[in-house]
């Protein structure tokens, strides 16, 4: 007998998983796209997409941008950033290359994670989390950071090290050099083990 279909949708962040092949392949919930002038996010109550905020400045997203379900920013996270007081409480961001353009937020892809960014908002570690879309044409064959074009990374450290920055006062947010692909994934088994401890653990008491 053919399995019935669920009457609700998932919760992107707690319904799904981070993948089978986590955390060297994982699935990603896109949020926003290159082309997005609005900063959409994750409600986390309701799982739908909400408008966060328009975009502080000129510049694009240089790539897609989601988060990895059933990970969380917490204490474990927190211990793998210097200087960070803990992590931001939400799930962990990655950005994804894609040759061909994918032009709508709500959808699911697999990505391989070739590294990432260090990133302090406000002392809180937000990590962000780099990777290519699994089977893409042209970046497919990637699998660490070094292998990126210097171009592409360069957009990214320059678009988050913008995209909150106030007219006026301070900044909140700093950036370190990229890291490898070993240490990303240190990060993501942390953030699921911090999602596990934070939002699974009480149900097995």
Known sequence: ?????????????????????????VNVYVEITPFDLVKYEVDKASGY?????AQQTSSLPPSIYGFIPQTYAGPRVASLMPNAT?????????????????TRAEVLLHAQVVGGLPMLDGGEADDKILAVLQGDPVYGGITEITQVPAA??????????????????DHPVTLGNPYS???AEQVIR??????????LSSRND
């Open 181 to 183: 692909r070993d240490h």
């Open 86 to 102: 803990g992590g931001d409480h939400d799930p962990l961001d990655i950005c994804v290359l894609s040759e061909r353009p994918i």
């Open 152 to 169: 592409l990374v360069d957009r990214l450290i320059h678009y988050f090290s913008t995209y909150k920055r106030p007219r006026t006062g």
């Open 49 to 53: 997409l909400r408008v966060d905020r």
């Open 1 to 25: 007998m053919s399995r019935p279909f669920s009457k609700w949708r998932p919760h992107p962040w707690h319904g799904l998983s981070p993948g089978l092949a986590a955390p060297s392949i």
């Open 190 to 199: 942390a953030a699921i083990d911090d999602y596990r401890n934070k939002f």
